[in-house]
């Protein structure tokens, strides 16, 4: 009800005119920790410095609050495409080389030639997140930690290199399931992401292609 100062005084509402003394009578005050404040028959006042000797503020705060029951039935919740059902898969892919072929159109095009490795489920995460093993077989087993070797080897697989990818919705899935580039037939556009090998550091003449 205000932000000068914390101390509060009283003042008798019959001194306001008309009705609306009869209105603050019938009002609820609240602090500002939002506890009720029994005034009686009177009307809350915070107290503020001022200059003029006529001139005062006068402040009413009515705070409402709307509970609603969290167990009734919430209709418009059953229209919104939560991530985990939407049907989407990824998978772990390694480039093979570049080649050119020819559009429908008869246009020479670059292609990058990747091949879909095996990728086999060993585990699964929240949010439609899925761990996934790829690679070359195990060999040694001080390239990888202990607690995923037990995962790996649970499922029945030695791949060396791990990571976590998204299958949507993931009930279509189980443990142990190889998903292959077959899982791609159903679709009409596949987003292809690729990482740059890396080239260290290096100035903005090799970076960025500035000249001297």
Not at 50 to 66: A, E
Not at 73 to 101: A, C, V
Request: hydrophobic share 35%; with cysteine; glycine share 8%.
């Amino acid at each position: 009800m205000g932000t000068a100062c914390s101390s509060y005084y009283v003042v008798c509402a019959n001194k306001l005119l008309g009705s609306r003394a009869d209105e603050l009578k019938r009002a609820h005050f609240f602090d500002k920790n939002g506890s009720t404040i029994d005034l009686g028959n009177g009307a809350l006042k915070k107290k503020k410095k001022i200059k003029g000797k006529r001139t005062f503020q006068f402040n009413m705060v009515k705070k409402f609050t709307y509970a609603r029951d969290p167990f009734d039935p919430q209709e418009y919740l059953k229209d919104i495409p939560y991530k985990d059902e939407l049907d989407r898969i990824q998978i772990r892919g390694k480039k093979i080389e570049m080649r050119s072929i020819f559009s429908p159109n008869g246009h020479l095009m670059p292609a990058t030639l990747i091949e879909i490795i095996p990728n086999i489920i060993y585990r699964f995460l929240d949010f439609g997140k899925v761990g996934i093993a790829y690679g070359k077989p195990l060999d040694e087993s001080r390239w990888i930690l202990k607690p995923e070797i037990g995962q790996i080897a649970k499922v029945g697989c030695n791949f060396k290199n791990t990571c976590s990818l998204t299958l949507t919705p993931p009930q279509n899935f189980v443990l142990g399931q190889i998903i292959d580039v077959s899982y791609l037939y159903n679709y009409k556009y596949v987003n292809v992401r690729g990482l740059s090998k890396g080239k260290g550091f290096c100035g903005v003449v090799k970076r960025w292609g500035f000249s001297r």
